[in-house]
């Protein structure tokens, strides 16, 4: 049976502490044994990865759930050590985000599951301060597996950076934000992994289903106890567009609320950005020439904001 792999940001790695289970390193499509869990870690041998380019080690994924509670064990720890690069940091803080959202994912129904993806916001901020460390953050979330996982994660960061550069929000502000845009999709769990994968043009009756989504996931939410209006409207209206085209409610220009339009600005590029079985990912420049063809799904004022934070050759 063949393994699954997940990635675990080298810098998150304390030899001293780090649980025994083997390390690969990925080459090319292949993973290869770095380290068996039984061989003591070395500071050392760690550096001569980093020297090397190396960002990322894998873990075999029986083993991601130990790993991921020591890097939730040493959080604080991690964004504290001066010696680890801002990158790194906002790497291992995503891929805490990534686990939150799965486990909203995969126990939709448990009572105030929620709460984790607020408690993590609360507790924690993305060391972020220009468009540079935005990009290349988003820019390394393709080291990652499950898509809705890391798009909704990419689309939750954005969000965030957009609405602090653009209305100046404090960081409890921003949660709110942060917790509508991490949980936007998950309306999805009602559409089959077949038609979410889907290579080909979607049937009608497929379509609707991928439509119903928005309305699905915020009667989702509701049910267990989500109640921020803010992060409601940011799961049902991600998908209306300024000129009223879009859907569920077909909401034109400023009845759609403000943090959803921006939502939606935000969902688009992210999903551009990535490959998906039906097209490969767009370069970011490339990404924002094709939403400004289209610019008339979205807030004019909101639309150039964020064409000047990514940046479009214009």
């Known amino acids: 049976m063949a393994k699954n792999f997940s990635p675990i940001v080298l810098d998150s790695i304390e030899p001293e502490y780090f649980p025994a289970v083997d390390l690969y390193v990925k080459q090319g499509v292949n993973y290869t044994l770095y380290r068996n869990g039984e061989t003591d870690l070395s500071e050392s041998g760690l550096e001569r990865l980093r020297q090397s380019g190396v960002e990322f080690v894998y873990v075999d994924s029986c083993n991601s759930d130990e790993v991921l509670l020591y890097v939730e064990s040493n959080l604080k720890q991690i964004c504290g050590n001066e010696k680890i690069s801002r990158t790194s940091k906002n790497l291992v803080l995503s891929h805490i985000m990534m686990s939150d959202i799965g486990e909203v994912f995969k126990n939709p129904a448990r009572p105030g599951i929620c709460a984790k993806c607020r408690s993590f916001l609360d507790q924690h901020e993305f060391f972020i301060d220009d468009r540079l460390d935005l990009l290349e953050l988003l820019s390394k979330f393709s080291h990652y597996e499950v898509y809705l996982f ?10 965030m950076y957009m609405h602090r550069k653009l209305f100046g ?3 409890e502000e921003l949660v709110p934000i942060g917790v509508g845009a991490m949980l936007h999709d998950i309306g999805m769990l009602d559409v089959s992994y077949d038609i979410h994968e889907k290579r080909d043009t979607l049937t009608p009756q497929e379509y609707l289903r991928v439509r119903h989504h928005p309305r699905s996931g915020h009667k ?16 049902l209206d991600h ?3 300024y000129n009223g085209t879009g859907y569920p409610r077909q909401l034109y220009e400023n009845e759609i609320p403000k943090s959803a339009q ?19 990912a767009s370069p970011p420049v490339e990404a924002v020439r094709i939403m400004r063809g289209e610019k008339k ?6 639309f150039e904001a964020f064409a000047d934070i990514i940046g479009d050759g214009d």
Not at 150 to 159: D, E, G, P, W
Not at 262 to 280: F, V
Request: hydrophobic fraction near 40%; include cysteine.
């Open 150 to 159: 890391k798009h909704s994660a990419q689309v939750a960061i954005l969000a």
């Open 169 to 171: 929000m404090t960081p």
């Open 220 to 235: 989702m939410l509701h049910q267990i106890g989500l109640s921020d209006p803010v992060s409601l409207s940011m799961v």
């Open 239 to 241: 998908h209306e567009r």
């Open 262 to 280: 921006i939502g939606a600005i935000c969902d688009t590029y992210c999903a551009l950005t990535m490959d998906r079985p039906y097209r490969p």
């Open 297 to 302: 799904l979205y807030h004019p004022g909101y």
